[in-house]
């Protein structure tokens, strides 16, 4: 066994177990957590496919980015988690079925590369896969990429109107109310009688 597969092997075993983890811790921090060693797993793995890129870009826009949006969004929400498994066993059945069709996937991905040729290298086998990347994201997919990037918009700025609440103890004036107060609701002129001390 040479130390690229034992490499490959334990980086697997780490991202299995993290995501075992993922699924059956019950704080959600600590499950944010788990998936950010299952993201760091992923690419290391990617590392040794010779996917720079790919596993740089893992790294950078989900752990530094995404998971710290969703570290944020799980503490501003304060939501309770035991209501929400109160009726954890009902879903078991759906999970079940779930995960056997996700096996499934997997194991016809696997079967079918094996089956296959590997695929041709780039133009001259001159160009890295960064710049093919680039290609295929800007030049052959530009209008889907373009479009999820809309949609993920979209779901920031939905998350953002649906974390934000108005809390009870905060001040705040209505604008609208106070331009329709008369001054003779606001002002009382009162008659105070004069002394004179001398």
């Known amino acids: 066994m040479s130390f690229q597969t034992a490499t490959f092997y334990v980086f697997s075993a780490i991202l299995i177990l993290a995501a075992l983890r993922v699924v059956t811790t019950r704080n959600p921090v600590h499950a944010?957590?788990?998936l950010v060693l299952c993201f760091f797993s992923a690419a290391a793995i990617w590392l040794l496919l010779h996917a720079e890129f790919l596993a740089i870009a893992l790294v950078l826009v989900y752990v530094g980015a995404v998971m710290v949006?969703?570290?944020?969004?799980?503490m501003m929400l304060d939501v309770n988690f035991d209501t929400l498994r109160k009726d954890f066993k009902s879903y078991i059945p759906v999970a079940t079925i779930v995960g056997i069709l996700v096996l499934i996937e997997m194991a016809l991905v696997v079967i079918g590369s094996g089956a296959g040729d590997a695929p041709a290298p780039a133009a001259g086998g001159s160009e890295s896969n960064t710049r093919e990347l680039g290609k295929l994201l800007y030049v052959d997919y530009v209008?889907?990429?373009?479009?999820?990037?809309?949609?993920?918009?979209v779901?920031?700025?939905?998350?953002?109107?649906?974390?934000?609440?108005?809390?009870?103890?905060?001040?705040?004036?209505?604008?609208?109310?106070?331009?329709?107060?008369?001054?003779?609701?606001?002002?009382?002129?009162?008659?105070?009688?004069?002394?004179?001390?001398?």
């Open 143 to 153: 209008y889907p990429f373009e479009i999820a990037a809309v949609i993920l918009l």
């Open 69 to 74: 949006l969703f570290l944020f969004v799980v």
């Open 32 to 34: 944010a957590l788990w």
């Open 155 to 198: 779901a920031i700025i939905a998350a953002i109107a649906l974390a934000q609440r108005r809390r009870r103890d905060s001040k705040y004036q209505d604008p609208g109310l106070q331009v329709k107060v008369r001054p003779a609701e606001r002002v009382r002129l009162v008659d105070v009688p004069v002394e004179n001390k001398e």
